[in-house]
């Protein structure tokens, strides 16, 4: 299983710790990982300024995979949605598809249909399932509580994705997280949107929407957050803080990626898993953890970490 | 109050021809969108509904100079439960798109275009996020891609680049 990783911009500048259980998990798997050097912006910022101007930046990139004969595995959820979109768009309007390719030529690339692109927790669970990431777990999670996030483009608009999962009533994170032996905790307007794309624009609007998110979660009593995007984990994460201070609140809800979970789950020490950057320190989580698998580690104790520190 | 005298007829047509844009006229108003709308949850002045009949009213300039059109925080909600497939998502990128081509363009967005247009991403890198993902042993990545720039020379994003 090889295909071109697809990290976007915000990944490898602020959400390394994204990267890093990723580039993890996917090596304990068998899957590999080929980056591609010229892989750039998926097209979603300029998309409010110029919608064509997106697709031709979509297609830039889904040429490249397809020069080298790839799919594309992404890990946030807004490219996933543009680059699907842009490919989806173009495979049905020959007009369209020709513009861009005029412009693609002048840097000697060309958009052919036919590229798979694919979210990492998509490929997870429809290429491994949660039955055979269940077998590969090494620790035991049962005494863990997460919530879900799932973030909007992930699974909507639901015509790009063929029905994988079900947009109103989506499962497949819920399996893959339980699929570690953890419990997923529901809660109250879960699909609702991280506020993420207009935090530029209206920081207040997209603080109260997060705001929303972290009262609703923080309503039951659960050990982390998972998300599948960083734009939600910024909002979550790195505006908690914020958020807390502009409501007066006292969430400390510490946020994961899902590769983080399952990596963990895999016996993969915390250390490579990124965990080191989690704004939100994940100690109680990790001390629990280790407090139920005395035998296996999951790097250095929480609590010496927090020493050093 | 709403004066004929101000409408231009012709608005919904334009929106229509925009990318995205061509099914707007089939809204029957029935407010599935607006109902499920996580941003008009928390402010009034983002109203999916009341924003395709202004549209369809032909209230262009007020549609195109307002603060609410930026405020879509593209979670397709709407996209997925209208029963007529007006794909609202997609109708409000062609409003923000046609009110960039008359100039009017939300500062956020710019400055977005402005980044992507320069850089080929949204995050200026520097040697020292470089050095960083070294040492957390992961691949240096790309600072600009020239070709970024020639591609997107003769659109609007194009027009934002110093």
């Known amino acids: ?309 | 109050m709403i004066y004929s005298k101000d409408l231009d007829p012709n608005f919904k047509y334009e929106v229509s021809a925009e990318m995205g844009g061509i099914n707007i006229m089939r809204c029957f108003a029935c407010g599935a969108c607006t109902a499920g709308c996580p941003v008009r949850e928390i402010d009034e002045r983002y109203n999916p509904r009341r924003i395709i009949r202004m549209v369809l009213l032909g209230m262009r300039e007020r549609v195109l100079k307002s603060d609410f059109i930026w405020l879509c925080s593209t979670c397709y909600t709407c996209y997925d439960r209208c029963p007529q497939d007006v794909r609202l998502t997609s109708i409000m990128t062609a409003l923000k798109n046609i009110a960039v081509k008359e100039g009017h363009v939300h500062p956020s967005f710019r400055e977005q275009a402005r980044l992507v247009g320069t850089f080929g991403r949204l995050y200026e890198i520097e040697d020292f996020d470089n050095k960083k993902r070294e040492k957390m042993g992961l691949p240096p990545i790309k600072k600009t891609f020239e070709d970024v720039k020639e591609i997107l020379k003769g659109t609007r994003v194009g027009g934002m680049v110093e």
């Open chain 1, 1 to 309: 299983m090889r295909y071109a990783l697809f990290l976007g911009c915000t990944i490898p500048v602020r959400g390394q710790n994204y990267e890093l259980s990723a580039r993890k998990v996917a090596e304990a798997l068998g899957i590999e990982f080929v980056d591609v050097e010229g892989f750039g912006c998926c097209g979603f910022p300029v998309k409010s300024t110029d919608a064509e101007a997106t697709t031709v930046l979509a297609a830039r990139n889904i040429a490249q995979a397809s020069r080298q004969g790839l799919e594309i595995c992404t890990l946030c959820n807004a490219c996933t949605a543009v680059l699907t979109h842009a490919a989806r768009e173009m495979d049905g309007d020959e007009g369209l598809r020709g513009r861009v390719n005029a412009e693609l030529g002048k840097v000697s690339l060309e958009y052919k249909p036919g590229v798979r692109i694919r979210h990492f927790s998509r490929i997870l669970y429809e290429d491994f399932g949660p039955e055979k990431l269940s077998g590969k777990a090494k620790l035991d999670m049962s005494q863990l509580n997460f919530s879900i996030h799932y973030g909007c483009h992930y699974l909507r608009p639901k015509e790009l994705y063929g029905g994988f999962d079900n947009a109103e009533d989506p499962k497949t994170v819920e399996k893959l997280v339980e699929s570690t032996g953890a419990k997923v905790v529901g809660y109250k307007n879960r699909l609702e949107c991280c506020g993420g794309a207009i935090l530029g624009v209206e920081q207040e609007i997209a603080l109260k929407m997060a705001k929303d998110k972290l009262d609703n979660v923080t309503a039951n009593r659960v050990d982390a957050l998972v998300t599948i995007c960083p734009f939600c984990t910024i909002m979550y994460e790195d505006n908690q803080k914020k958020i807390e201070e502009m409501f007066g609140k006292v969430y400390n809800l510490p946020v994961l990626y899902l590769p983080q979970v399952l990596g963990l789950a895999l016996g993969l020490d915390q250390r490579v898993l990124g965990f080191r950057l989690n704004k939100v320190k994940a100690k109680d989580l990790l001390q629990k953890l280790e407090d139920a698998n005395p035998q296996e580690t999951t790097g250095e104790s929480a609590q010496a970490q927090e020493v050093r520190r």
